[in-house]
């Protein structure tokens, strides 16, 4: 393979420092390539170090130790503003609690990485139809958000992370908070439209079903990680 | 219990100790503008009856004149009166000291054999020169440090045009007797007053003390009886009451004004309390699930809210003293330019005072704090437990609230009109009405004004939507920004409008070149020109006419007042007196004929209108006096009348002029004129302005007059920035996730910061535009009604276009200066934040 993979971890480890005790690992020696397209479903117990991971390949957490670099640029090595335009750029967020914000409209809410970028306003409000008649809710766009039920909510996080097309999409536990069906719905949803637009995706879930959709199933335990 | 809130409270003042201090600074400024104007109210009218207190003692009665002066003969009929047990005659004079400018010495002529022992006269001095030793007279210690002076030192004062040299006798410590007692008091023998500075025969006043066991009223009907009408008994109680009287007006509107400031220092316990609470649910839920009762979760929340308070109180004392004391200066020149009342010397702190400070700072730290403590200590701690905002209601609560705002202003409007305009505080009701609507209108509609705006970015446009949001929390600092801005715009607009009114009397009424008088003009009726000087300066090169005046205290419901007699013919003169009623030709025959012109204020006052009869009192009994005229007049809230020189000489016979003022032929230059006639009368005590000087010096008494306002206005204005601070502050802790989330997407430091700077300058914009609109009802309030009823002016209105600018822009940089470090704090949020809370 000749592509530079998407995202990189190289021998990375997290400690978050607790004040009393000798410092935990969260991560320990992480290393792994994803190469760009693919889907890997992250699997594990709580507090085996899902999250942290995610929160690094964001760059949204530093590692202790160890390299992370998205598409071959080692996110350490980047000044914060630059690591904040990688994210800008190529990284898209879902989230398990969605973090919608409440003050703002559907459609809103989808355009706000438009809006923090700054891009050419009627282009990202084309963008976010489109992606609200994907997902079923264009119907929907001017409400307000707290009129949204759950899997509806996390329908508009999706939106909302692939709004600016990022290369790698990031998502944790996007269907911790939906019940069955739902998570099935919008699981489904995120996997074609990462599929269509050739994003990478990387997202964490506790449902074995949810991660036999993914190209590869990764678990971690206690901070190691083993491709299952 | 006890141990837990201890605990609890320094854990929470570490964690913030920035929203902290912020509310302890709204507090304590609260407190310190209500304790300046109490301090400075309180020691004006101690400083007026410390005088007398000091050099009398405590006395039961006392005889006044009904104007200033009463002849002394009256003296042995009060001797006489059954009931009197002793009794004494006071001369009271203000003197100028020769080589100050306007430096006054409150001289009392006192009757040093009296049979009582004065209460200084204990002191260790030796008196028993005074009588003997001409020009003794006894100073205070602290003043003779202050000037030098020792025991035997001769001081030159001027009484009019009179110049009198006096011997320093003794030191007499007055504050002894009576802490606030000036140290310019000074006392001499009073027939030495008499002779050397006064006029002989005549006193201002006599003590009584009352024999065991004689009725009060009817000892003072006695008295009244046998002395006749031209003096009033008084009680020390009335004569204070009628000092407070006085400046009852100038005082009532400090005082209003100062606890502004407190109502908008209201609004800052309330947001940070509330934000306290807010974070501090989880904790709350957790004691109550542990068996705490709802009231000890109350009082938990009380506890440390008056603590709070507390702080405030402490910090807010000293401070209030340090702003007293430093205009207290200003004020004083206002009280004796404005009122004739004595200066203030010396400030004291009563305990009522220290009282009333805890009072309103804890009082004021627990209204802040009630309705957030009664709400969570309502909820249940299951509801406590759950995530969930005490936000949610305030937006279904806008609209009707903001119904409620325009119920109050739509009442308080119609009863003004039907019921209110005739009774005198009606004013006051208006403007409370005002200011407790804006509040009320707030939030509904920063509700319609943020939540409708479309965002198309993450600029200011996103800022001022994301306000909404967080209505209850913004509301409260919005509105009281904008109460702060209505005070300040309604006050500027107010005195700016009054100093262009007055410019424009200036200009009509200040016509003569130069003005003259004596140094000692505060004294009247002592303080005289000489006959001679008087013709000599009518005689002077370049001199064409002269006006003179003739100035007569006399007193009219009780009240004195000057009446001042001009030569109503002179050519050119009619300026002198704009006319607010009556026509012009009409009025200067009527004026010859007998008739006097009486000054707006009176008018107004008194209800007085052209054609009525003015009852004067003056040293010849009661007079009546047909009214020709009503002019504009600023120089005085009591009021004034005039009437011609000429009328005046046969009614009161003649007399001397207290000023001149003269008019020179073209192209004389007054200042040189001024110079002339300084150095052809090198010892007589004058004081000459040119036409250019005394406009001048008018418009200094009037800046002088409204430095405390602008005092007052500065302290709401920082209590409301303070109050963009700490909301600011709370959003910035409160809403960590969503900062977080926004990291998350890519927003860098600086777009966060510069999202919070754009809510601040947002709050600082919905702040003005509220307050722009309440400050100019507030100025129509102030200048058409509080000012007609209670001063008695009319004041034209301007728009005093540059002011106001400055002050909207000064308002707006406060309000992004407030936003600065909030914005710095909110833009080091670390992304991670975001797995912590959720943002609902
Ligand atoms: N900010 C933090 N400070 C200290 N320790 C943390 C922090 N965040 C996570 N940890 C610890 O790191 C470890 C891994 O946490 P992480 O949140 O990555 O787990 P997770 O796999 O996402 O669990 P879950 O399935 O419950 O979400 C845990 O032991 C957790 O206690
Ligand atoms: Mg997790």
Same mark, same amino acid.
């Given at each position: 393979?000749?592509?530079?993979?998407?995202?990189?971890?190289?021998?990375?480890s997290?400690?978050?420092?607790?004040?009393?005790?000798?410092s935990?690992?969260?991560?320990?020696?992480?290393?792994?390539?994803i190469?760009?397209?693919?889907?890997?479903?992250?699997?594990?117990r709580?507090?085996?170090?899902?999250? $942290?991971?995610?929160?690094?390949?964001?760059?949204?957490?530093?590692?202790?130790?160890g390299?992370?670099?998205?598409?071959?640029?080692?996110?350490?090595?980047?000044?914060?503003?630059?690591?904040?335009?990688?994210?800008?750029?190529?990284?898209?967020?879902v989230?398990?609690?969605?973090?919608?914000?409440?003050?703002?409209?559907?459609?809103?809410?989808?355009?706000?990485?438009?809006?923090?970028?700054?891009?050419?306003?009627?282009?990202?409000?084309?963008?976010?139809?489109?992606?609200?008649?994907?997902?079923?809710?264009?119907?929907?766009?001017?409400?307000?958000?707290?009129?949204?039920?759950?899997?509806?909510?996390?329908?508009?996080?999706?939106?909302?992370s692939?709004?600016?097309?990022p290369?790698?999409?990031?998502?944790d536990?996007p269907t911790?908070?939906?019940?069955?069906?739902?998570?099935g719905l919008?699981?489904?949803?995120?996997?074609?439209?990462?599929?269509?637009?050739?994003h990478?995706l990387?997202?964490?879930?506790?449902?074995?079903?949810?991660a036999?959709?993914?190209?590869?199933?990764?678990?971690?335990?206690?901070?190691?990680?083993?491709?299952? | 219990?006890?141990?837990?809130?201890? +605990?609890a409270?320094?854990?929470?003042?570490?964690?913030?100790?920035?929203?902290f201090?912020?509310?302890?600074?709204?507090?304590?400024?609260?407190?310190?503008?209500?304790?300046?104007?109490?301090?400075?109210?309180?020691?004006?009218?101690?400083?007026?009856?410390?005088?007398?207190?000091?050099?009398?003692?405590e006395?039961?009665?006392?005889?006044?004149?009904?104007?200033?002066?009463?002849?002394?003969?009256?003296?042995s009929?009060?001797?006489?009166?059954?009931?009197?047990?002793?009794?004494?005659?006071?001369?009271?004079?203000?003197?100028?000291?020769?080589?100050r400018?306007?430096?006054?010495?409150?001289?009392?002529?006192?009757?040093l054999?009296?049979?009582?022992?004065?209460?200084?006269?204990?002191?260790?001095a030796?008196?028993?020169?005074?009588?003997?030793?001409?020009?003794?007279?006894?100073?205070?210690?602290?003043? +003779?440090?202050?000037?030098?002076?020792?025991?035997?030192?001769?001081?030159?004062?001027?009484?009019?045009?009179?110049?009198?040299?006096?011997?320093?006798?003794?030191?007499?410590?007055?504050?002894?007797?009576?802490?606030?007692?000036?140290?310019?008091?000074?006392?001499?023998d009073?027939?030495?007053?008499?002779?050397?500075?006064g006029?002989?025969?005549?006193?201002?006043?006599?003590?009584?003390?009352?024999?065991?066991?004689?009725?009060?009223?009817?000892l003072?009907?006695?008295?009244?009886?046998?002395?006749?009408?031209?003096?009033?008994?008084?009680?020390?109680?009335?004569?204070?009451?009628?000092?407070?009287?006085?400046?009852?007006?100038?005082?009532?509107?400090?005082?209003?004004?100062?606890?502004?400031?407190?109502?908008?220092?209201?609004?800052?316990?309330?947001?940070? $309390?509330?934000?306290s609470?807010?974070?501090?649910?989880?904790?709350?839920?957790?004691?109550?699930?542990?068996?705490?009762?709802?009231?000890q979760?109350?009082?938990?929340?009380?506890?440390?809210?008056?603590?709070?308070?507390l702080?405030?109180?402490?910090?807010?004392?000293? &401070?209030?003293?340090?702003?007293?004391q430093?205009?207290?200066?200003?004020?004083?020149?206002?009280?004796?330019?404005?009122?004739?009342?004595?200066?203030i010397?010396?400030?004291?702190?009563?305990?009522?005072?220290?009282?009333?400070?805890?009072g309103?700072?804890?009082?004021g730290? &627990?209204?802040?704090?009630?309705?957030?403590?009664?709400?969570?200590?309502?909820?249940?701690?299951?509801?406590l437990?759950?995530?969930?905002?005490?936000?949610?209601?305030?937006?279904?609560?806008?609209l009707?609230?903001?119904?409620?705002?325009?119920?109050?202003?739509?009442?308080?409007?119609?009863?003004?009109?039907?019921?209110g305009?005739?009774?005198?505080?009606?004013?006051?009701?208006?403007?409370?009405?005002?200011?407790?609507?804006?509040?009320?209108?707030?939030?509904?509609?920063?509700?319609?004004?943020?939540?409708?705006?479309?965002?198309?970015?993450?600029?200011?446009?996103?800022?001022?939507?994301?306000?909404?949001?967080?209505l209850?929390t913004?509301s409260?600092?919005?509105?009281?920004?904008?109460? +702060?801005?209505?005070?300040?715009?309604?006050?500027?607009? &107010?005195?700016?409008?009054?100093?262009?009114?007055?410019?424009?009397?200036?200009?009509?009424?200040?016509?003569?070149?130069?003005?003259?008088?004596?140094?000692?003009?505060?004294?009247?009726?002592?303080?005289?020109?000489?006959?001679?000087l008087?013709?000599?300066?009518a005689?002077?090169?370049?001199v064409?006419?002269?006006?003179?005046?003739?100035?007569?205290?006399?007193?009219?419901?009780?009240?004195?007042i000057?009446?001042?007699?001009?030569?109503?013919?002179?050519?050119?003169?009619?300026?002198?007196?704009?006319?607010?009623?009556g026509?012009?030709?009409?009025?200067l025959?009527?004026?010859?004929?007998?008739?006097?012109?009486?000054?707006?204020?009176?008018?107004?006052?008194?209800?007085?209108?052209?054609?009525?009869?003015?009852?004067?009192? +003056?040293?010849?009994?009661?007079?009546?006096?047909?009214?020709?005229?009503?002019?504009?007049?600023?120089?005085?809230?009591?009021?004034?009348?005039?009437?011609?020189l000429?009328?005046?000489?046969?009614?009161?016979?003649?007399?001397?002029?207290?000023?001149?003022?003269l008019?020179?032929?073209?192209?004389?230059?007054?200042?040189?004129?001024?110079d002339?006639?300084k150095?052809?009368?090198?010892?007589?005590?004058?004081q000459?302005?040119?036409?250019?000087?005394?406009?001048?010096e008018?418009?200094?008494?009037f800046?002088?007059?409204?430095?405390?306002?602008?005092?007052?206005?500065m &302290?709401?204005?920082?209590?409301?920035?303070?109050?963009?601070?700490?909301t600011l502050?709370?959003?910035?802790?409160?809403?960590?996730?969503?900062?977080?989330?926004?990291?998350?997407?890519?927003?860098?430091?600086?777009?966060?910061?510069?999202?919070?700077?754009?809510k601040?300058?947002?709050?600082?914009?919905?702040?003005?535009?509220?307050?722009?609109?309440?400050?100019?009802?507030?100025a129509?309030?102030?200048?058409?009604?509080?000012?007609?009823?209670?001063?008695?002016?009319?004041?034209?209105?301007?728009?005093?276009?540059?002011p106001?600018?400055?002050?909207?822009?000064?308002?707006? $940089?406060?309000?992004?200066?407030?936003?600065?470090?909030?914005?710095?704090?909110?833009?080091k949020?670390?992304?991670?934040?975001?797995?912590?809370?959720?943002?609902?």
């Amino acid at each position: 393979m000749t592509a530079t993979p998407a995202l990189t971890f190289r021998l990375v480890s997290k400690v978050y420092d607790s004040s009393s005790r000798e410092s935990r690992f969260a991560l320990r020696e992480v290393s792994f390539d994803i190469p760009p397209g693919l889907k890997v479903a992250i699997v594990g117990r709580s507090g085996s170090g899902k999250s $942290t991971l995610l929160h690094l390949a964001a760059g949204i957490d530093v590692p202790t130790q160890g390299e992370v670099s998205i598409r071959g640029r080692n996110l350490a090595a980047l000044s914060d503003r630059a690591r904040t335009l990688v994210r800008r750029q190529e990284i898209g967020l879902v989230f398990q609690f969605f973090y919608l914000l409440p003050h703002l409209s559907v459609r809103e809410n989808v355009c706000l990485p438009g809006f923090i970028a700054g891009a050419g306003v009627s282009e990202f409000e084309e963008r976010a139809s489109e992606l609200l008649e994907e997902v079923g809710l264009l119907d929907r766009a001017e409400d307000n958000i707290q009129e949204l039920s759950g899997g509806e909510m996390q329908r508009v996080a999706i939106c909302r992370s692939l709004l600016r097309k990022p290369r790698l999409l990031l998502a944790d536990e996007p269907t911790g908070n939906l019940d069955d069906a739902n998570s099935g719905l919008v699981m489904n949803l995120m996997l074609k439209l990462a599929s269509k637009e050739g994003h990478t995706l990387v997202y964490v879930t506790h449902s074995a079903e949810l991660a036999s959709l993914a190209d590869e199933v990764w678990r971690l335990q206690s901070g190691v990680l083993n491709p299952s | 219990m006890i141990r837990y809130f201890l +605990a609890a409270w320094i854990a929470h003042l570490r964690k913030a100790p920035s929203l902290f201090l912020l509310s302890v600074l709204g507090v304590a400024l609260g407190v310190a503008s209500v304790v300046a104007i109490q301090i400075i109210n309180r020691n004006a009218i101690g400083a007026f009856s410390a005088g007398i207190k000091a050099v009398s003692g405590e006395v039961d009665l006392t005889v006044l004149g009904q104007t200033t002066t009463f002849p002394e003969e009256l003296y042995s009929q009060v001797l006489a009166t059954e009931g009197v047990a002793a009794a004494w005659p006071l001369y009271q004079i203000d003197v100028a000291l020769a080589d100050r400018d306007a430096f006054f010495l409150q001289v009392f002529g006192v009757d040093l054999l009296a049979p009582v022992r004065l209460p200084w006269n204990s002191s260790p001095a030796d008196l028993s020169q005074a009588l003997f030793e001409p020009g003794w007279i006894a100073v205070t210690p602290s003043l +003779a440090q202050e000037m030098g002076w020792s025991i035997g030192d001769p001081i030159d004062v001027t009484s009019g045009t009179r110049r009198v040299q006096l011997v320093i006798g003794a030191l007499v410590d007055f504050k002894k007797v009576s802490p606030l007692a000036s140290r310019k008091l000074a006392v001499m023998d009073i027939a030495q007053v008499q002779g050397l500075l006064g006029s002989s025969g005549r006193i201002h006043q006599i003590d009584v003390q009352i024999q065991e066991g004689t009725h009060t009223e009817e000892l003072i009907l006695r008295l009244q009886n046998r002395l006749g009408p031209s003096v009033q008994i008084v009680t020390p109680r009335q004569r204070e009451e009628q000092a407070a009287d006085l400046m009852g007006a100038f005082r009532l509107n400090l005082t209003a004004l100062s606890w502004i400031s407190l109502f908008v220092g209201l609004f800052l316990i309330y947001t940070s $309390t509330q934000a306290s609470l807010l974070r501090r649910r989880l904790e709350f839920g957790l004691l109550r699930s542990v068996g705490a009762t709802r009231a000890q979760v109350f009082g938990l929340i009380l506890g440390e809210v008056s603590l709070l308070g507390l702080l405030g109180v402490i910090l807010g004392l000293p &401070m209030g003293y340090w702003v007293a004391q430093s205009n207290v200066e200003m004020v004083s020149a206002t009280l004796t330019n404005l009122y004739l009342l004595q200066e203030i010397d010396s400030l004291q702190l009563s305990p009522s005072l220290y009282a009333l400070a805890a009072g309103i700072g804890l009082g004021g730290a &627990m209204a802040g704090a009630f309705f957030p403590a009664i709400d969570i200590s309502r909820k249940n701690s299951k509801d406590l437990l759950t995530a969930f905002t005490l936000h949610e209601k305030a937006n279904s609560l806008a609209l009707p609230v903001f119904g409620m705002g325009w119920l109050v202003l739509t009442l308080t409007a119609l009863w003004f009109w039907f019921l209110g305009y005739s009774w005198k505080p009606a004013g006051f009701v208006l403007a409370v009405a005002v200011l407790v609507a804006l509040p009320l209108l707030t939030p509904f509609l920063i509700q319609q004004i943020c939540g409708r705006i479309k965002t198309r970015g993450f600029g200011l446009g996103y800022s001022l939507k994301s306000l909404a949001a967080r209505l209850q929390t913004t509301s409260f600092a919005v509105s009281s920004l904008a109460i +702060a801005v209505s005070m300040l715009l309604g006050i500027t607009l &107010m005195i700016g409008s009054f100093r262009k009114t007055v410019e424009v009397w200036v200009q009509t009424t200040v016509q003569a070149d130069i003005y003259l008088t004596t140094p000692s003009w505060r004294a009247e009726p002592e303080a005289t020109l000489d006959a001679e000087l008087v013709s000599a300066l009518a005689a002077h090169p370049g001199v064409v006419s002269v006006d003179r005046l003739r100035r007569l205290l006399v007193s009219i419901d009780n009240k004195r007042i000057s009446l001042v007699g001009v030569d109503m013919d002179l050519s050119g003169g009619q300026s002198r007196f704009p006319l607010l009623k009556g026509d012009r030709m009409e009025v200067l025959g009527k004026v010859q004929q007998g008739g006097v012109l009486i000054s707006e204020p009176l008018a107004r006052k008194s209800r007085l209108d052209v054609g009525d009869l003015l009852q004067v009192y +003056a040293g010849a009994g009661k007079l009546e006096f047909p009214i020709a005229g009503i002019y504009y007049d600023y120089t005085s809230e009591l009021g004034s009348a005039a009437m011609d020189l000429a009328v005046m000489g046969e009614i009161f016979g003649p007399g001397p002029i207290h000023s001149l003022s003269l008019y020179l032929e073209e192209g004389r230059d007054p200042e040189r004129v001024v110079d002339e006639i300084k150095a052809r009368f090198p010892d007589t005590p004058l004081q000459i302005r040119s036409n250019q000087r005394l406009r001048e010096e008018i418009f200094e008494i009037f800046d002088q007059t409204f430095a405390v306002v602008r005092i007052l206005q500065m &302290m709401s204005l920082l209590i409301a920035v303070c109050g963009i601070m700490l909301t600011l502050l709370v959003l910035a802790r409160e809403r960590i996730s969503e900062l977080a989330l926004y990291q998350a997407l890519g927003a860098s430091r600086l777009q966060i910061f510069r999202l919070f700077v754009g809510k601040g300058l947002g709050m600082g914009l919905i702040a003005l535009g509220l307050g722009s609109a309440g400050g100019t009802v507030l100025a129509a309030i102030l200048i058409f009604v509080i000012n007609r009823t209670y001063f008695g002016w009319t004041i034209q209105v301007y728009w005093p276009g540059w002011p106001v600018l400055q002050q909207l822009a000064t308002i707006l $940089t406060a309000a992004l200066l407030a936003s600065l470090y909030p914005a710095l704090r909110a833009s080091k949020t670390p992304a991670v934040e975001l797995s912590r809370d959720d943002l609902q």
